[in-house]
T-cell receptor, first 111, second 111 residues
Framework: DAGITQSPRHKVTETGTPVTLRCHQT?????MYWYRQDPGHGLRLIHY???????DKGEVSDGYSVSRSKTEDFLLTLESATSSQTSVYFC??????????FGDGTRLSIL | SQQGEEDPQALSIQEGENATMNCSYK?????LQWYRQNSGRGLVHLIL?????REKHSGRLRVTLDTSKKSSSLLITASRAADTASYFC???????????FGTGTRLTIIP
């Protein structure tokens, strides 16, 4: 789907451990986004990137950091995972003024 | 920005009937977009309507926009079982590429 790959697709980990999710694109799109999806909340933006090494916070950025060292990769890191970060995480990409294209998500469970 | 709301939260109709979903949003928008999400998958873009447009069609989809009421509706005509999915509206305001998603409508088409 639109050349977006999220890895891993599923992960179970323990509270307090670091977790990194990867989003890889083959479309050379400028913008990349990380969302979380929870019941009753729809999708909420965590962080986004508007270019290599250019990132900004979204609506629910506390407890998350991101990095984009090259156009094709956008990493989301939970430095010390908490149970409230159990969620489904989606990556999206877009060019300016264009709709977003989504990956198939990473289901993350923190016990 | 706050999330918009969609109405209804869930809708079940017989195959062949029309389905209408409504979306209210909070800000002055650049455009409003509709997405579909099948179970276990990422979101797929359906249609984008700009703030200076009032109606837009794409196949069996019809979207309207009323900026004075800050609302939009998505009509799916002659529904099919494959239309079973969750549908989300997303508002894009001026000056950035971020989207704010509504909480979604879960549509079930009964064969």
């Amino acid at each position: 789907d639109a050349g977006i790959t999220q890895s891993p697709r599923h992960k179970v980990t323990e509270t307090g451990t670091p977790v990194t999710l990867r989003c890889h694109q083959t479309e050379n799109h400028r913008y990349m986004y990380w969302y979380r999806q929870d019941p009753g909340h729809g999708l909420r933006l965590i962080h986004y990137s508007y270019g290599v090494k250019d990132t900004d916070k979204g609506e629910v950025s506390d407890g998350y950091s991101v990095s984009r060292s090259k156009t094709e990769d956008f990493l989301l890191t939970l430095e010390s995972a908490t149970s409230s970060q159990t969620s489904v995480y989606f990556c999206a990409i877009s060019d300016p003024q264009q709709p977003q294209h989504f990956g198939d998500g990473t289901r993350l469970s923190i016990l | 920005s706050q999330q918009g709301e969609e109405d209804p939260q869930a809708l079940s109709i017989q195959e062949g009937e029309n389905a209408t979903m409504n979306c209210s949003y909070k800000t002055s928008i650049n455009n409003l977009q509709w997405y579909r999400q099948n179970s276990g998958r990422g979101l797929v873009h359906l249609i984008l309507i700009r703030s200076n447009e009032r109606e837009k069609h794409s196949g069996r989809l019809r979207v309207t926009l009323d900026t004075s009421k800050k609302s939009s509706s998505l009509l799916i005509t002659a529904s099919r079982a494959a239309d079973t999915a969750s549908y989300f509206c997303a508002e894009r305001d001026f000056g950035n590429e971020k989207l704010t998603f509504g909480t979604g409508t879960r549509l079930t088409i009964i064969p």
